[in-house]
């Protein structure tokens, strides 16, 4: 598999978007209100670091999930896993995948655990085209058209993040020619 693609920019909370939303859990839960002074600062840093990690993905192991749930991708990778055989070529058009995960903070005060704070991650990445060779069961992403991701990180009915990027590192579609309107009518004289 090709894990050279990757978001442009990726995405990245602060300590001030963690803040804001242990002020949201806080209302919620009273031992959280009880030592939210204590969750500000440098703890509100650690915390943000921590979900940075876990928001550092792995965007074609994302893509790769949604292209396995397409039939011909499918049929074409379980294929190739019982046939010896030279790569086989599938070709995707303009396509979304969509994805939901449920981040978790979890958080200690003086040793004592507070209730953990659940965060929905939504990623909506769409490809103007793909195309994948199937090869012993897998797959390697061959080219990609113009791609790009929307993600919205919220606690409840708060957003913490919204986040557009493109995708980098992949190799653009050799085969794909974009329509170029001349300036002027094209003619052409050929001598006989």
């Given amino acids: 598999m090709n894990n050279s693609v990757k978001l442009r920019t990726r995405i990245e909370v ?3 978007d963690v803040e804001r939303v242990l002020v ?9 209100s009880r030592v939210l002074e204590h969750l500000r600062g440098p ?3 650690l915390a943000a670091d921590e979900l940075n990690k876990a928001l550092d993905l792995n965007i074609f192991e994302l893509l790769a999930q949604g292209w396995n749930q397409v039939l011909a991708v499918r049929n074409a990778v379980q294929l190739s896993a019982l046939l010896p055989a030279p790569p086989a070529i599938v070709r ?3 396509h979304t995948i969509n994805s939901t995960s449920y981040p978790v903070l979890n958080i200690n005060v003086a040793g004592s655990a507070l209730p953990e704070l659940k965060l929905t991650l939504e990623i909506s990445a769409g490809a103007q085209s793909a195309t ?3 090869r012993e069961g897998r797959f390697e992403l061959v080219a990609l058209g113009n791609a790009s991701v929307a993600a919205r990180l919220r606690y409840k009915n708060v957003l913490l993040k919204e986040h557009a990027t493109e995708l980098e590192g ?3 579609d050799p085969f794909r020619h974009e329509r170029v309107a001349p300036d002027q009518p094209l003619s052409v004289d050929i001598p006989i």
């Avoid at 949201?24 to 959280?32: C, L, N």
């Fill in 14 to 16: 602060s300590a001030e």
């Fill in 24 to 32: 949201e859990h806080a209302k919620e839960e009273p031992s959280v």
């Fill in 43 to 45: 703890a509100g840093k």
């Fill in 92 to 94: 995707l058009d303009q």
């Fill in 132 to 134: 994948l060779a199937v």
């Fill in 170 to 172: 992949a190799p653009r």
